[in-house]
């Protein structure tokens, strides 16, 4: 059974850092991409990375970059997003996603129609 599980989201204040973590079960790293989106209360859903499955090639939005670090521990099975220097808009609910059917051109990374599997995501609030 496939599953994506989030953790490590919470409440911090402007300025801080936290570490959300995506424990991937029924399916390994090594030959699937992982990405985060988050979602806000009233917007839409947005891609905040990814990383690749073979070469561990990153993408970010423009939101994230410089602020946000993707990586992988293919053994642990888990991807993790780093986030520093968070700010009261990084309020959101974060989401990790793959696809498993068919491969996803790394240019498409961004829209989550790409993605057949999903977490039930982790909030993260940042206080101003």
């Known amino acids: 059974q496939v599953q994506l599980v989030e953790s490590g989201g919470g409440l911090v204040q402007a300025g801080g850092s936290l570490r959300l973590s995506c424990a991937a079960s029924g399916f390994t790293l090594d030959y699937y991409a992982i990405s985060w989106f988050r979602q806000a209360p009233g917007k839409e859903r947005e891609g905040v990375a990814y990383i690749h499955e073979s070469d561990d090639s990153t993408r970010y939005a423009g939101s994230a970059a410089g602020r946000f670090t993707i990586s992988r521990d293919v053994a642990a099975n888990t991807v993790y997003l780093q986030m520093n220097s968070l700010k009261p808009e990084d309020t959101a609910r974060y989401y990790c996603?793959?696809?498993?059917?068919?491969?996803?051109?790394?240019?498409?990374?961004?829209?989550?129609?790409?993605?057949?599997?999903w977490g039930q995501g982790t909030q993260v609030t940042v206080s101003s």
């Open positions: 996603a793959t696809r498993l059917a068919g491969r996803m051109p790394v240019s498409r990374w961004y829209y989550g129609t790409e993605y057949d599997h």
